[in-house]
């Protein structure tokens, strides 16, 4: 009988479930996607409910799929970001807020500047629409119903535990991006509840990523067939369980994940926030922190072009000849805000630009244009990430963009380093496997991963193309600095 680990996936696009071997093989999956609702500009919304139930059926599937061989332990990987109004019941008076709900731009605007820095300080989350704090203060500046009546303010993983175990509990590294808990502390901040006009009381108590749950409820139980002796793990957020499953987690160690938007990461020791406010500083144990820039511009500013060129073929039609367009696409330039900017601008306001366009600029140039364009501002990224923790050594990179050879190819051309591809995308689900697997003494250590992770390919550098992409960026940073002003 194979020993086998389930990572469960809470993402914004769908909900996995994922067996893997203790080698990061995958066994096993199961997948339900998750409808965004977009009532009115800037809201955007799910329904917890609808999650609540989706997960019953993927973790039932993939137990029935598994039943033959022996679940050791599950992990939670979960969205960050996301806030659900709860009552005094467990059930939800709100739907839930996601990252990309943007109703507190205007707060955002027009906050002190001081005070921003103050809280990001203390918190290490950027004053940005995407974090809980920011919705709750939308919230009590507009009187909003389920706020008024709350008992408990929720991530979608601390709505789930709830409803399963009656526990009130959340992560350190989920509450860090919260914007609400004290980094250095790693307790709730009582000077910024007071700010987001919320009680301590509302709130989960923060325990560490390796918190077993015990008290499943019978009923779930019962009917997912739940694997005897296999308890569920708490885990963490997807960013710290991504660099986690992709084995970035030591001095160096870049990770990079791009799907319909993208971040670049780095593990640190202790807890420490940019100096310019360009990067975010989340905890994931008591002695370690992620530090990195999440951007909402990844793929979707691909798709973007193909809906806006009407082109009807498939994704690598659209990309073809692309691959034959010299670097920097011939003056093209393309700066890749389309859906607003939170790394490194934060500023949901911000928008894309082409810059250099001519008459003999066709579809492959402007393809190009945008698989650079999405490199350079992770790049730049990165580079704020350097001013913390120093060069990269290497770069693990995952996601959907992942799967383009041109694109990698890019990646590594622009950082001058070589580029690791994981076997798998659920390098987030691996993660929270993995952190199950801690938990309960499997094995010893999260470092221990690194030689149970699946490698598919090493991409290496054209240090030519990275000399000539240097001078191609500086272009593109001054050309970004220059239309701030116009956001």
């Known amino acids: 009988m194979k020993e086998l680990v389930i990572g469960l996936d809470l993402g914004t696009t769908s909900v996995k479930a994922v067996a893997f071997d203790l080698k990061g093989n995958v066994i096993q999956e199961s997948e339900k996607l998750i409808e965004t609702i977009y009532p009115q500009e800037s809201v955007v919304e799910q329904e917890p409910a609808i999650i609540e139930r989706y997960t019953r059926e993927v973790l039932?599937?993939?137990?029935?799929?598994?039943?033959?061989?022996?679940?050791?332990?599950?992990?939670?990987?979960?969205?960050?970001?996301?806030?659900?109004?709860?009552?005094?019941?467990?059930?939800?008076?709100?739907?839930?807020?996601?990252?990309?709900?943007?109703?507190?731009?205007?707060?955002?605007?027009?906050?002190?500047?001081?005070?921003?820095?103050?809280?990001?300080?203390?918190?290490?989350?950027?004053?940005?629409?995407?974090?809980?704090?920011?919705?709750?203060?939308?919230?009590?500046?507009?009187?909003?119903?389920?706020?008024?009546?709350?008992?408990?303010?929720?991530?979608?993983?601390?709505?789930?535990?709830?409803?399963?175990?009656?526990?009130?509990?959340?992560?350190?590294?989920?509450?860090?991006?919260?914007?609400?808990?004290?980094?250095?502390?790693?307790?709730?901040?009582?000077?910024?509840?007071?700010?987001?006009?919320?009680?301590?009381?509302?709130?989960?108590?923060?325990?560490?990523?390796?918190?077993?749950?015990?008290?499943?409820?019978?009923?779930?139980?019962?009917?997912?067939?739940?694997?005897?002796?296999?308890?569920?793990?708490?885990?963490?957020?997807?960013?710290?369980?991504?660099?986690?499953?992709?084995?970035?987690?030591?001095?160096?160690?870049?990770?990079?994940?791009?799907?319909?938007?993208?971040?670049?990461?780095?593990?640190?020791?202790?807890?420490?926030?940019?100096?310019?406010?360009e990067t975010f500083s989340y905890a994931f144990?008591?002695?370690?922190?992620?530090?990195?820039?999440?951007?909402?511009?990844?793929?979707?500013?691909?798709?973007?072009?193909?809906?806006?060129?009407?082109f009807k073929g498939t994704h690598e039609e659209f990309l073809s000849g692309a691959e034959n367009i010299a670097i920097g696409a011939e003056g093209l330039l393309f700066i890749p805000y389309v859906n607003g900017e939170r790394a490194p601008v934060w500023n949901q306001k911000a928008r894309g630009n082409f810059y250099g366009l001519n008459v003999t600029h066709r579809r492959p140039h402007l393809v190009r244009a945008v698989l650079e364009g999405i490199v350079y501002n992770l790049y730049q990224i990165g580079q704020?990430?350097?001013?913390?923790?120093?060069?990269?050594?290497?770069?693990s990179v995952n996601g959907g963009l992942s799967k383009s050879p041109l694109w990698v190819q890019i990646m590594a051309d622009v950082f001058g380093k070589e580029i690791q591809l994981a076997d798998t995308h659920h390098g987030a689900a691996w993660g929270a496997g993995w952190t199950a697997l801690v938990a309960i003494d499997k094995v010893a250590s999260f470092e221990q991963i690194k030689e149970n992770i699946p490698i598919d390919q090493v991409v290496q550098p054209n240090m030519s193309n990275h000399e000539k992409y240097k001078e191609i960026f500086m272009r593109y940073q001054q050309l970004a600095k220059d239309i701030e002003k116009f956001f």
């Open 285 to 310: 144990t008591a002695g370690t922190s992620i530090i990195g820039g999440p951007t909402n511009n990844g793929g979707i500013a691909l798709q973007w072009l193909k809906d806006m060129m009407e």
């Open 60 to 277: 039932k599937d993939i137990f029935m799929k598994t039943k033959n061989e022996k679940v050791l332990t599950i992990g939670i990987s979960c969205a960050m970001h996301s806030l659900i109004c709860v009552g005094e019941d467990g059930e939800p008076l709100s739907n839930m807020l996601i990252w990309s709900d943007g109703r507190s731009s205007e707060l955002v605007k027009k906050m002190d500047a001081d005070l921003k820095r103050n809280i990001y300080t203390r918190t290490g989350t950027p004053i940005h629409p995407m974090s809980p704090f920011m919705k709750l203060i939308w919230m009590k500046e507009n009187n909003y119903e389920p706020y008024r009546k709350a008992a408990y303010f929720m991530s979608m993983k601390e709505y789930l535990i709830y409803k399963w175990y009656g526990k009130r509990l959340v992560d350190y590294s989920m509450a860090s991006a919260t914007g609400l808990m004290n980094i250095k502390s790693l307790s709730w901040d009582k000077e910024v509840l007071q700010q987001a006009g919320v009680k301590e009381l509302q709130l989960s108590t923060i325990v560490p990523p390796t918190e077993v749950l015990d008290g499943l409820n019978t009923e779930i139980e019962s009917v997912l067939n739940w694997p005897k002796e296999a308890k569920l793990v708490i885990g963490a957020a997807d960013g710290q369980l991504a660099n986690l499953g992709n084995g970035a987690i030591k001095p160096g160690e870049v990770a990079v994940s791009v799907g319909t938007s993208g971040a670049i990461r780095q593990l640190i020791e202790g807890q420490h926030v940019n100096d310019n406010g």
């Open 384 to 395: 704020s990430l350097e001013a913390i923790a120093g060069k990269p050594t290497s770069i």
